[in-house]
């Protein structure tokens, strides 16, 4: 065993913490139902031994990135409280009845939840296009198209930094979301790609089903709770970035901005407080693969390039892609937008890449085989190539 008193101790070659890391991604891969506890274990593991093997500092290390994990956290919960106060809206089993029929109304079903995305979670947008795809087709969706509802919804996420946990990362650590809007170049060529095929699969097996369930009234004051939050974390974030930066590292103002609103509007309208023990139970997860990503020594990582990008995507269908963008986030040096394309993408091709396709595997449990979706959803690793080399073609490399 060789050492390295940055990195801790080394073996076969790598810092014995990259093992470690790797091995509590595949124990989250092969052990779902113990994600959490899974993710915990690593932590602990990575963190002792950086602690006790190479001299690491941790209570420095927290005191730099607890305002961070602080947002992440409260974005998190707040964003599955916000989600549902949009889905009893009711907005969206209205919206759907204006889709026309025909290949291009399957077609126009995941364009909606692409833009659903851009504005809510990528989980909440995946989940609430599968509850409209079982209700138009009377509960028989193509898995092609259930993966390409999956696909939309990490896609139509990528370019907005309140889409997807990864882009919102990005916004937390200062990235400009002007720096990120670009991959919506990719996401849109993607979509093209696997949404066309997806929908003539879902045509071919049962059609929107033209039924009227009868009146829709829209709650106006659970959108305008939707709309009011999203107002006031972006102007929040441009107020923080711009003026008091200072302040932005001291206070998770972002999460604050979310929860004022959720609480103030609570007596007009109350969130479903029942989701907190899951949602809580999600974030705990996912914050602990994002501090454990932060304890990796980055300079054992490759050198940032277009091929790595890409790699990554391929990557994130197999790994969680929130630990893989801070990992990114660490070392620096990437193209902003084309990482997020890469690794909000990427986890669409398989059904526990991403946590859209892992939820919607709750509507759609035949989804849970990687031979039946690798089968029917071979389009998303079509659309998801196609849309790389779009948005590379067109901008090229700009770290």
Not at 74 to 90: C, K, M, N, P, T
Not at 135 to 146: D, I, S
Not at 157 to 162: D, M
């Amino acid at each position: 065993m060789d050492t390295a008193s940055d990195s801790g101790p080394m073996l076969l070659g790598a810092p014995i913490v990259f093992l470690l890391f790797g091995a509590t991604l595949v124990g989250v891969l092969l052990l779902h139902r113990r994600s959490l506890e899974v993710s915990l274990a690593g932590l602990v593991s990575i963190a002792g031994v950086r602690i006790g093997l190479s001299g690491f500092d941790l209570g420095q290390h927290l005191d730099h990135e607890w305002v961070k994990l602080a947002n992440l956290a409260g974005l998190l919960v707040g964003f599955a409280l916000l989600a549902d106060h949009f889905e009893r809206s009711h907005v969206t089993t209205w919206l759907p009845r204006l889709l026309p029929r025909g290949v291009l109304g399957c077609f126009s079903l995941l364009v909606f939840v692409w833009f659903l995305s851009s504005v809510l979670d990528n989980i909440a947008a995946a989940m609430i296009g599968g509850t409209a795809a079982a209700g138009l087709f009377k509960r028989r969706v193509h898995l092609g198209y259930v993966a390409a509802i999956v696909a939309a919804a990490n896609a139509g996420g990528v370019g907005s930094v309140i889409g997807d946990t990864t882009t919102t990362m990005l916004w937390i650590e200062g990235v400009s979301p002007l720096s990120v809007l670009p991959a919506y170049i990719g996401a849109a060529a993607a979509l093209v790609v696997f949404g066309a095929v997806a929908s003539i699969q879902q045509h071919g097996l049962a059609p929107i089903d033209a039924s009227d369930a009868g009146e829709v009234r829209v709650d106006a004051g659970r959108l305008g709770i939707v709309l009011a939050a999203l107002a006031l974390m972006v102007g929040t974030n441009v107020v923080v970035n711009r003026v008091a930066r200072s302040a932005g590292e001291s206070l998770p103002f972002l999460a604050l901005s979310l929860w004022l609103v959720l609480l103030v509007a609570a007596s007009v309208r109350a969130p479903n407080w029942r989701m907190l023990p899951g949602a809580l139970k999600g974030s705990a997860f996912l914050l602990a693969l994002v501090l454990s990503a932060s304890l990796m020594p980055v300079h054992g990582l490759p050198r940032p390039s277009w091929l790595v990008t890409l790699v990554l995507g391929f990557v994130s269908a197999l790994f969680d892609n929130i630990p893989l963008t801070k990992l990114a986030l660490q070392q620096g040096g990437y193209d902003w937008a084309l990482l997020a394309y890469s690794v909000g993408c990427g986890g669409s091709m398989l059904w526990f890449g991403s946590s859209a396709g892992v939820a919607i595997t709750g509507l759609f449990p035949e989804a849970q085989s990687v031979m039946r979706w690798t089968r029917s959803a071979w389009h998303v690793p079509l659309g998801f190539v196609v849309g790389f080399f779009a948005l590379y073609g067109l901008r090229g490399w700009n770290p």
